[in-house]
């Protein structure tokens, strides 16, 4: 086979590899993450705000105490309320670990199945019983709740940091696992979530200047979340892998005092989130979804050091 067929061959497959690809999710099709149906969310601009007190135990030991306050929908709405206590050892200047428990309060907007009495329907018009009155049946009705939610998270962190002249490189690696207190269907979420956070961040130490900026864009990868299937009840349960988030970030550190530290910072969010959700009797696939949303936020995290 020449050249040219080849070409035209590749061409083609992937042609049609893109076109099935684009196709959306309906019941009867094998659920992939290729085929999921998308659904663009728009963008957002929220607030991280963070105070944190810190003590360093020795020359290689910190400990820390920090609150943070999230919003969302342009400011007007309260997010998340994160508390968080943590550790972190340096034994070596190029090297760190750390690990931390956050206690987190979320708002929640989801919906829940709710056992209910419905009127039965018989061609469309409620069926009348011989009392004059409707006759009704227990199902399970979707009910939209708002509310809070809590989670428990815990953070694990190795960070490797080098120094070229004035720039500070650093790497860090986050292992965060994530423990929800609500009931979920295990094909739907998983429970705990795991999650590896990958973050690489240069900083410029600026000469006889108190302010130090920085860059940095961390990949948030989603593991072991639940591979979607056509009917819960017929498949095992089986997990797998995707990138769920890409954040990239400006900002600057700045040293207001000996015991006092500001990061102000500007982070751009593109967030990827798979939905699948069943029914609840037979376990068929009823939706699946891919939920893009673009996220800008504005982070001012105050440090006192004791």
Request: charged fraction near 25%.
């Amino acid at each position: 086979m020449n050249i040219k067929k080849r070409v035209i061959l590749a061409l083609v497959a992937l042609v049609s590899c893109t076109t099935l690809a684009a196709q959306p999710w309906e019941p009867g099709v094998a659920p992939t993450r290729g085929n999921a149906n998308v659904i663009d969310e728009g963008s957002d601009v929220q607030a991280r705000l963070r105070a944190t007190i810190e003590k360093s135990l020795g020359k290689s030991w910190t400990v820390s105490w920090s609150e943070q306050v999230r919003t969302m929908d342009n400011f007007r709405k309260l997010d998340k309320i994160v508390s968080a206590v943590g550790v972190e050892y340096k034994p070596w200047e190029f090297l760190k670990f750390g690990i931390d428990y956050n206690l987190v309060n979320e708002r929640t907007f989801d919906t829940a199945l709710v056992q209910q009495e419905v009127p039965v329907l018989n061609n469309g018009e409620p069926l009348m019983g011989y009392d004059g009155q409707p006759v009704t049946e227990l199902k399970d009705v979707e009910v939209p709740t708002k509310g809070w939610a809590t989670r428990h998270r815990t953070n694990i962190d190795v960070t490797g940091m080098y120094r070229i002249g004035r720039v500070k490189l650093s790497l860090r690696e986050r292992l965060r696992v994530q423990f929800r207190t609500d009931s979920i269907n295990k094909y739907e979420k998983t429970n705990p979530t795991l999650s590896l956070r990958s973050r690489l961040k240069g900083a410029y130490d600026i000469r006889n200047s108190s302010w130090e900026p920085y860059a940095f864009v961390e990949l948030y990868t989603m593991l072991d979340q639940p591979k979607p299937v056509e009917n819960y009840k017929e498949f095992p349960l089986d997990g797998e892998s995707y990138l769920g988030r890409v954040r990239l970030a400006v900002g600057t550190e700045v040293k207001l005092h000996n015991h006092h530290r500001l990061d102000i910072h500007y982070m751009v969010h593109f967030n990827r989130t798979y939905n699948a959700r069943y029914k609840g009797g037979k376990g068929d696939l009823k939706e699946w979804s891919l939920e893009k949303m673009c996220n800008h936020v504005i982070g001012i995290d105050y440090k006192f050091k004791l």
